[in-house]
């Protein structure tokens, strides 16, 4: 089984400041890890995902993630946020199997944005 | 891009009452489908994963007497609470994957209110 913790359940920061959301999993087998962001009364969007080969992902929206595999972590970054930025945003880890697998989530980081 | 949507968005309804929730896949053909509860401030937990046509495959600990979910046509599964009770309040999604790729495409989801 797979286990994903967010530290962050809130993270403040200004508009055009960078920013770093904490993704840690937990797996025995190989994983793929994604990560999604919701906005208020929607459902998520998929913003980048990691299945293999170079472990800094680009996504949409100018996030970037990268996988450490010594340190169990995929966290999310971006250089520069907007206030449309401001959203939740979660992990998602699934076992790296070849055929599609369910997914594991984390907690949830909500990023505020502020001017 | 691949859609899914959600009907109703929210919904509240009296306990004992049974509510249906539906998820369609509005340009693809979902060949799986899942279905998650979210609570406040909350991670999405999976109740269940539903192929088109089989019995539903549900998650330890949910009830599937409870939870009915029906994926009869590659465009539409269904969730059906019965006898809901005030714990059942929750934002429920639905996630559908057109096939062995590994995104899943997510609803909008529905809130319930159980009163």
């Known amino acids: 089984a797979q286990s994903v913790t967010q530290l962050d359940s809130q993270v403040p920061v200004f508009e055009e400041a960078p920013v770093e959301l904490r993704c840690n999993y937990s797996?025995?087998?190989?994983?793929?890890l994604f990560w999604y962001v919701q906005y208020p009364n929607q459902g998520l969007q998929l913003l980048l995902k990691y299945l293999s080969g170079s472990t800094l992902v680009k996504g949409i929206n100018g996030f970037e993630a990268e996988f450490n595999k010594s340190q169990t972590s995929f966290h999310l970054r971006k250089p520069s946020v907007h206030i449309s930025d401001t959203a939740e945003y979660f992990c998602?880890?699934?076992?790296?199997?070849?055929?599609?697998?369910?997914?594991?989530f984390g907690t949830g980081t909500r990023l505020q944005v502020t001017l | 891009g691949a859609v899914v949507s959600q009907h109703p968005s929210w919904v509240i309804c009296k306990s004992g009452t049974s509510v249906k929730i539906e998820c369609r896949s509005l340009d693809f053909q979902a060949t799986t489908m899942f279905w998650y509860r979210q609570f406040p401030k909350q991670s999405l937990m999976l109740m269940a994963t539903s192929n088109e046509g089989s019995k539903a495959t549900y998650e330890q600990g949910v009830e599937k007497d409870k939870f009915l979910i029906n994926h009869a046509s590659l465009t539409l599964s269904t969730l059906t609470v019965t006898s809901a009770h005030p714990e059942d309040s929750s934002f429920y999604i639905c996630?559908?994957?057109?096939?062995?790729?590994?995104?899943?495409?997510f609803g909008p989801g529905t809130r319930l209110t159980v009163l």
């Open positions: 998602a880890v699934s076992a790296a199997t070849g055929t599609a697998s369910k997914l594991t």
């Open positions: 797996s025995s087998v190989s994983v793929y």
């Open positions: 996630s559908a994957r057109g096939g062995p790729g590994l995104e899943q495409f």
